[in-house]
């Protein structure tokens, strides 16, 4: 995998940063397009879901699960 990429977003209100590698920052895309969704805001659910069920897990790990998630999926396969 490529070095990570940094980008800024705004959570709930709140400024933050997060690094990902470049295969993942381009399945959150697709992943927010499919759902019609800007990507901040895909990335907001994904933040609500690990503070609710796993308040330990970094937002940077769970954008990665969540994107294994989906390209295991039928949804993900079916992506171009």
Known sequence: M???IKRSLKLAGH???LALEPEFWSTLAAMAE???LPLPAM???IDDARAC??????L???CRVAAL?????PEGKSSP
């Open 2 to 4: 490529s070095s990570q």
């Open 15 to 17: 400024a933050t940063s």
């Open 34 to 36: 499919r759902r019609n």
């Open 43 to 45: 990335i907001a659910e």
């Open 53 to 58: 069920h796993r308040p330990d897990q970094t």
């Open 60 to 62: 940077a790990s769970a």
């Open 69 to 73: 998630a989906w390209v295991q999926s």
